[in-house]
């Protein structure tokens, strides 16, 4: 079984400051890694995924994150946000197994970039 | 490519009746999934379903819920009777499996329950 632990339920932050958002997942098999946005009353859209080689993966809308196997985390990180980033972030995690990739979801992080 | 359809956007129901939830994935996408997301929660997988047969159903509360794929293409997912705890947004997503993580999600039902 996996399970995702997003430690900060908000994250305030000025519009052009860098953000990062903390993810770290807990599985007892290999897994692949993703974030999610979620605007309001809209569906989920993949910001970034982690499926393996370079353990710095770039996103849309200039997101980042990095894989750190041994911390078992996979932050999220922006150098400059803009007001368009205020949303609902999702870190998930899917199994290695063919045919059983459901994804788990953490509890998510708001982000709220203030002018 | 279109998208995932989902319909109805919003539904308002009183407890103890029955709803019904439809969604159509894209074109080709052989696996289809369900999940629940609560207000404050993440989503929260309700079932998988690979071409119309069922691979993980676990976390379906099956005295209440039921989900179908007829054709292995547009699913329903059904709940009677619904219980305040099931207010929530139903989300479905589907992926074309064999290319790895192509989830698209649509945009979800709103489901209140009274």
């Known amino acids: 079984a996996q399970s995702v632990t997003q430690l900060d339920s908000q994250v305030p932050v000025f519009e052009e400051a860098p953000v990062e958002l903390r993810c770290n997942y807990s599985s007892s098999v290999s897994v692949y890694l993703f974030w999610y946005v979620q605007y309001p009353n809209q569906g989920l859209q993949l910001l970034l995924k982690y499926l393996s080689g370079s353990t710095l993966v770039k996103g849309i809308n200039g997101f980042e994150a990095e894989f750190n196997k041994s911390q078992t985390s996979f932050h999220l990180r922006k150098p400059s946000v803009h007001i368009s980033d205020t949303a609902e972030y999702f870190c998930a995690v899917s199994p290695l197994r063919t045919g059983r990739r459901a994804l788990t979801f953490g509890s998510g992080t708001r982000l709220q970039v203030q002018p | 490519e279109a998208g995932v359809a989902q319909s109805p956007r919003y539904k308002i129901i009183e407890k103890r009746q029955s709803v019904a939830f439809w969604c159509n994935p894209i074109?080709?996408?052989?696996?289809l999934y369900w999940y629940q997301q609560i207000l404050g929660q993440g989503p929260k997988l309700l079932i998988q379903?690979?071409?119309?047969?069922?691979?993980?159903d676990s976390q379906l509360p099956k005295d209440r819920f039921s989900a179908e794929r007829l054709k292995g293409v547009d699913s329903t997912l059904k709940i009677q009777p619904a219980k305040l705890e099931d207010s929530a947004v139903y989300l479905c997503?589907?992926?074309?499996?064999?290319?790895?993580?192509?989830?698209?999600f649509g945009s979800g039902t709103r489901l209140t329950v009274v």
């Open positions: 074109s080709g996408h052989a696996t």
């Open positions: 379903f690979q071409n119309n047969g069922v691979v993980d």
């Open positions: 997503a589907s992926s074309l499996e064999i290319t790895g993580y192509g989830y698209t």
